[in-house]
């Protein structure tokens, strides 16, 4: 996964950060065509507006080709929605005032474009108060990060690790 801070908005909160952040099949080249994409954006202000629940929100959007099937599945949206808050609990985080949309695109194309095979794609796009403990703000700021680049993982198509293994990448032959 690749994270890069992008610019943040102006208008939603008087202080913001921004990521962008894609999966990528290898790291070793930078040619690679990201397999998920999305943005991970932390507002704050101390006005602490109605809506939000509190001081601090999360404004998210993750985005991923999905297989042919996905596109046919009334329970697309629900499976998405699920991947973030799965995340969010195997991280054993605390959120406020959940929102979000999952669409679902089928594309097909005809004419001159008839060569290129139907495509899905699923987006979520998700905002969430994080509960955050005093004193502990950065380190569970940064794991709802975590959690947030788990589910782009999950829309990217990659297996969760088991509980206690770190990947391993190494030069492919």
Request: charge should be negative; include cysteine.
């Amino acid at each position: 996964m690749r994270l890069e801070e992008v610019p943040a908005p102006t208008r939603l909160a008087p202080q913001a950060v921004a990521l962008s952040g894609e999966v990528v099949p290898s790291h070793l080249t930078e040619d690679d065509d990201a397999i998920a994409t999305g943005r991970f954006v932390l507002l704050h202000d101390p006005d602490c507006p109605e809506p939000w629940e509190g001081p601090w929100r999360i404004v998210s959007y993750a985005k991923a080709e999905m297989e042919p099937e996905v596109g046919h599945d009334p329970l697309a949206g629900q499976a998405g929605w699920s991947w973030l808050t799965d995340a969010l609990e195997a991280a054993d985080l605390t959120w406020a005032a959940p929102a979000g949309t999952v669409t679902c695109v089928t594309s097909e194309s005809f004419g001159a474009l008839e060569d290129r095979p139907p495509t899905v794609e699923l987006e979520l796009r998700a905002s969430w108060t994080p509960v955050l403990t005093p004193g502990r703000e950065a380190e569970e700021t940064a794991a709802h990060l975590g959690a947030w680049g788990d589910l782009l993982c999950t829309l990217a198509g990659l297996p969760p690790l088991p509980e206690g293994v770190v990947a391993i990448t190494g030069l492919r032959r």
